[in-house]
């Protein structure tokens, strides 16, 4: 974690990594507060009723105990490729946690994805299994041909036809699970790039991203955590962004994740959600930002409690830097990163970096 600095200056000459020699990021996300404080919330979803339900570090360390058990039972192991195709859920973080705990590999997937780019990730990655959803589902029935290498296909919503069902799967697991023995240079995640000059490539990380991330996550929010933080993103989990800006960190750090599992952004829903939820720390990208100008008057028809405000993926431009302050009163701290070395530079204008 960064230390606390008044300046820029101050933070370069206090700061040093700590990298310790054993890391899982599923044990440091799940675990280690389920140890401290298994009642803390971890993820604020916002189900398709509009209800809000609280998910605590208990259950997450529970259910992705028990996935690990059950995948390992199913032949799963160190090193194999675990596709997740899903919304922004609680099963997400679940999922995530478990293939990491196994030392296998997780490789997340858009929902976005067309068939032949959702086959080609699937056949590249040579995924053993895929946890996924109704809407994942209806996207690989679609595929071309069946990756060769996949074996086993688990859907939240419901067994399906070959898909087994997510609830009974973790229900089968046993109640503990020792995670492996990872050092921060294992494999841990493979995320595909954009393809922009070509066939996209799966950037594979050890457990070290994480850690890795943390400088380039505090900055842009201002030294994260701090006491009332909730975090939320509309970017898909399944992107570098939302993942390992948001998700991941949020959940090591023990800052509740709000989880809203919605296909198109609407940027009147947005202001409600944060609003509602409570949201102090976002990460918005810039066409969302766009859109949310088009909103009039938002600081007066929204009770909004925003500490930071965070953007990247793209030229974010002055207007809407300006806007943000004028509106928001708050000043939008950009940041750069790319999925092979994700968020390596960000300003933090609590310490004049700019």
Not at 38 to 46: F, K, S
Not at 127 to 154: F, H, K, N, W, Y
Not at 310 to 337: C, H, K, M, P, V
């Amino acid at each position: 974690m960064l230390p606390r600095a008044e300046s820029y200056d101050d933070l370069i000459a206090r700061f040093r990594w700590q990298i310790p020699d054993q890391f899982n990021i599923g044990a440091a996300t799940t675990n280690a507060w389920a140890v401290r404080e298994p009642d803390r919330v971890a993820i604020l979803n916002r189900r398709a009723d509009g209800e809000v339900e609280q998910v605590t570090y208990r259950r997450l360390a529970h259910d992705s105990d028990r996935l690990a058990s059950a995948l390992a039972a199913r032949g799963i192991a160190r090193g194999d490729r675990v596709a997740i195709l899903l919304p922004q859920c609680p099963q997400t973080p679940v999922a995530h946690a478990a293939v990491y705990k196994l030392g296998a590999i997780a490789v997340p997937l858009a929902l976005l994805f067309g068939p032949d780019a959702l086959a080609y990730r699937l056949s590249d990655s040579g995924a053993r299994a895929v946890i996924t959803c109704a809407q994942g589902l209806e996207r690989m029935a679609d595929m071309p041909q069946a990756p060769a290498s996949l074996e086993l296909i688990v859907s939240i919503d419901g067994e399906s036809g070959e898909a087994q069902d997510f609830d009974a799967l973790v229900a089968s697991g046993e109640e503990t699970f020792a995670p492996a023995d990872t050092g921060p240079d294992d494999p841990a995640l493979m995320i595909y790039t954009s393809g922009t000059t070509g066939p996209a490539k799966g950037a594979l990380h050890g457990h070290r991203v994480l850690l890795g991330h943390l400088p380039g996550v505090e900055m842009p929010h201002e030294f994260l955590p701090r006491p009332g933080d909730v975090l939320w993103t509309p970017a898909d989990w399944a992107w570098a962004g939302g993942l390992l800006n948001i998700l991941l960190p949020g959940l090591l750090l023990g800052v509740p994740v709000v989880a809203s599992r919605t296909e198109k952004f609407d940027p009147e829903a947005a202001y409600a959600l944060i609003e509602r939820l409570g949201v102090r720390n976002t990460f918005i990208p810039p066409t969302a930002l766009r859109m949310m100008r088009t909103v009039r008057d938002p600081a007066r028809r929204f009770r909004l409690d925003l500490r930071t405000l965070a953007s990247g993926g793209e030229s974010l431009g002055r207007e809407t830097y300006d806007w943000a302050q004028a509106e928001l009163g708050l000043t939008i701290n950009e940041f750069y990163g790319q999925t092979e070395c994700n968020l390596v530079l960000s300003s933090c204008a609590a310490i004049g970096v700019s």
